[in-house]
């Protein structure tokens, strides 16, 4: 049997993503989030992981370097990549908003910065709003704090950053979560390994929400 | 903008040195013939052909078309793909001799959006066959195209077989809102599972309408999957879906091919075009699909004939992805002469091109006052340029 090869994204997700996988049944290495390796290969089973920055695991998916992923709702809106999206995992919850400074709540926006560029004009545009989408790769609290823009749209979780930085949340544009997504050809090609691990996921999913 | 370098190309645009130009045109001939032995033959249609009749009828989104203004003033397209432009000459065949069998090698341009580095120019090979509408058709298109896949020297290919008529038969039997039906269609387009399941769970759709509709999803391996079908149908669309998906199979175990075929009701290609059996092929280890086809008995109708019509294409450029076989070559030969031999050079070059087997001969004049000592250097150097023998006319003889 062929190897499944399975692509996690570093940072926000890992550790929740980790806990699933392990709770599902994946007996995946403690030490995963720590070690430096990018590539790991999960003794006695066909599965390897690899980890990939959020943003490229939907391309590792769609050019079938990975047979399956972990990505974020909001990575797959801006991406746009052809691949399957199987399953809502409900891990690394949180929402797309529109934020900005207080006294901007209401007033129309002419720019607006963000790592998301694709989602932002998208939006804006369904809602007749003209606006200039600025793309920032990081730190994007600080453009309206600099006059760069005057909101920002940006994924938020729990409004901490946000609030850190004088900020409050003007419109919740959609919830987001992270999906497991499969290579079009792997889901035909390996489907019983991938409905396998769909299964396995989706019984420990259900488990969870019961309890 | 600033000015392109010399070098460059246009976006998306490719060349083919001659180690790959080789090998596509061993792989496009070693599959023609295959074709040419299920009786297709060759056509040839034009690069450019006029927006509103070819591009209007592609299944190709009009922004990944590349056009142009000819001097009327009527706006051109580079051809987006082969099968609106044979349907554009089979409908102009009057009292055409069907059914049809053509083959064709050409290339298709589709605008790139996404990364710069994707290709626009694509180089596909396929067959149309027009004016049959029975199973045997559809059953004979894809295990000719399991044949060229094996004549390609794919490894581990496999072919995913869907019915447009089952999915929308199974859609419309059970939701009555034309509205989520479209959007139910549009997720699947999208490969989007869980807007798919979402949906279902927040529409007002009875438990047994949403376990039909979440069934769809499964792919699954021939017998048993036809079985599990029959037990979701309930109306006359799907019923006569399945039955022709019935004997298309039965068709498929005729030629001997049913093993390396999947059911995948999903499989839809593109929205509106296709109207029967589809079907893709995946080669082992290779993340996009290497060929795709199906049925689409309407689009002659646009072009002012009623004609059914099945066909698929190869993505030559994928294939040479995951192609194992090598062109076989023949024998490359330098002839070296000096300077006052070139006669001599010639007959020997013409004697070698005519031997059997036949060689591939270069002749090469050596310069004034060539020493022999140069000789292992010259060969050493002709070597690397892959020449397999170094002839040197000096009443020596070969090396």
Known sequence: ?211 | MSEPKVFEKPLGMRDFLPDMAERKRFLELRIQRVMEQWGYREIITPTLEFYDTVGAASATLTNRMFKLLDREGHTLVLRPDMTAPIARVAASLTDAPYPLRFLYHASVYRAQEQEAGRNAEFYQTGVELLGEASPGADAEVMALALSCLQEAGVKGYKLALGHVGLLDGLLEENVDDPRLRAELKEDLLRRDYVAFRQRLEQSALSCGQQERLLALLHVYRGEEGLSALSRLVGGPRSQEALVNLQEIWELLNGYGVSQDVILDLTLIGFLNYYTGAVFEGFAEGYGFPVLSGGRYDHLLRRFGTDAPATGFALKVDRLLEVSQIQPEQPERVVVAYRPGQIRQAIARAQALRRAQPPKAVEMIALPDGWEAERRAAFVARQKRRGVDEVVFLEGEGLT
């Open chain 1, 1 to 211: 049997m062929s190897h499944l090869v399975i692509a996690l994204p570093k940072g926000r997700i890992l550790e929740e993503a980790h806990q699933l996988l392990t709770k599902a049944g994946l007996p995946l290495p403690p030490e995963l989030e720590d070690s430096r390796k990018l590539w790991v290969r999960i003794p006695e089973t066909a599965i390897e992981i690899i980890l990939a920055k959020p943003m490229d695991v939907p391309t590792y998916v769609e050019y079938g370097a990975a047979d399956v992923g972990i990505a974020g709702k909001d990575v797959l809106l801006e991406q746009s990549r052809d691949v399957y999206e199987l399953l809502d995992l409900q891990i690394g919850a949180c929402r797309l908003s529109v934020a900005g400074l207080a006294e901007q709540a209401g007033r129309p926006l002419r720019r607006v910065a963000t790592k998301y560029p694709q989602i932002a004009s998208q939006y804006f545009r369904a809602k007749g709003q003209q606006v200039e989408v600025i793309q920032l790769h990081g730190s994007i609290e600080l453009a309206p704090l600099t006059g760069l823009a005057e909101a920002i749209v940006d994924i938020v979780s729990t409004g901490r950053t946000l609030r850190e930085n004088g900020l409050v949340e003007l419109e919740e544009m959609m919830p987001i979560t992270a999906r497991l997504i499969a290579n079009r050809v792997s889901y035909r090609m390996k489907y019983r390994q991938i409905e396998m691990l769909l299964d396995k996921m989706r019984r420990q999913l259900a488990k969870e929400s019961g309890s």
